[in-house]
C-alpha cells in the first residue's frame, strides 16, 4: 500500500453527543472524511490506540475502496474484519473489534495532523505498508527515502545472491569490507546492462 495520508481524528466519546441521531449529520467528521477522501489516498485514523471500539467498520471500508482509497490505518480497531480482509483495498489495525466508535470515539477532524501509533501523521505525508507493517513518511522526504529503499533492495539482493552461492556475511552485511561494496558495484552494473 502506497499513497498519501488523509486523515481523521477521534477523541474520547462523550454520551450527550455520541449518540446513533450524529450520523444524520452530513458534517460529522467521521462520515464526511469518508466521502471527501480523495482517490489514491490513504484514510489514517486517530483512535488514541484504543481498539475498545471499531474505527470503522465493512461499510465505510467498502466506500473507501469504491472512492479508489489505497488503503486504510488506524492504531484502533476493525469491525467486521472478515469481510474487510476479502475486500481489494488493504486496512490495517491493531486487532478487531465489534462495538460501534460511539461508545469510545468522537470524530472531530478530518485532514489535520494527528498521531496514529505514536507516530506524527501530516496529511499528505506518505503511507507505505506491507505485511510486516505501516510507516509515514514525510512528504518532504519521500524522494530521498524512496531512492535510499531502492538502492538498499539491490544491495540486499546482492547480499542474499552471495550468501546462497555460499559467502559469509562477515564484511558482507553489513559491507564492513570494503571490496563488498566494489563487488557491488560490479553486480549493478552487470544487470543493468
Excluded at 444524520?24 to 490506540?49: L, N, T, W, Y
Excluded at 484504543?50 to 484502533?76: E, K, N, P, Y
Excluded at 483495498?89 to 469510545?104: C, D, W
Aim: charged share 25%.
Amino acid at each position: 500500500m502506497v499513497g498519501p495520508a488523509f486523515t481523521l481524528r477521534y477523541i474520547p466519546a462523550r454520551e450527550d453527543l455520541d449518540v446513533l441521531a450524529s450520523f444524520e449529520d452530513r458534517s460529522h467528521a467521521q462520515r464526511k472524511g469518508v466521502e471527501e477522501c480523495p482517490h489514491g489516498a490513504v484514510f489514517v485514523i486517530d483512535s488514541r490506540g484504543d481498539a475498545s471500539a471499531a474505527s470503522a467498520g465493512c461499510i465505510l471500508a467498502a466506500r473507501l475502496q469504491a472512492r479508489g482509497c489505497r488503503g486504510m490505518v488506524t492504531d484502533g480497531g476493525f469491525r467486521d474484519t472478515p469481510d474487510i480482509a476479502a475486500l481489494e483495498m488493504p486496512t490495517f489495525h491493531s486487532r478487531p473489534s465489534a462495538p460501534t466508535n460511539l461508545i469510545k470515539h468522537h470524530a472531530v477532524a478530518i485532514n489535520d495532523p494527528i498521531a496514529c501509533g505514536g507516530v506524527p501523521v501530516f496529511p499528505g505525508d506518505v503511507m507505505v505498508a506491507d505485511n510486516e507493517g505501516v510507516v509515514c513518511i514525510p512528504s518532504h522526504l519521500v524522494d530521498d527515502v524512496a531512492n535510499e529503499a531502492a538502492e538498499m533492495t539491490k544491495f540486499e539482493d546482492f547480499v542474499l545472491e552471495m550468501v546462497k552461492e555460499g559467502s559469509s556475511i562477515f564484511g558482507l552485511y553489513p559491507p564492513t569490507d570494503p571490496e563488498t561494496m566494489n563487488l557491488f558495484s560490479e553486480w549493478k552494473r552487470v544487470r543493468d546492462a
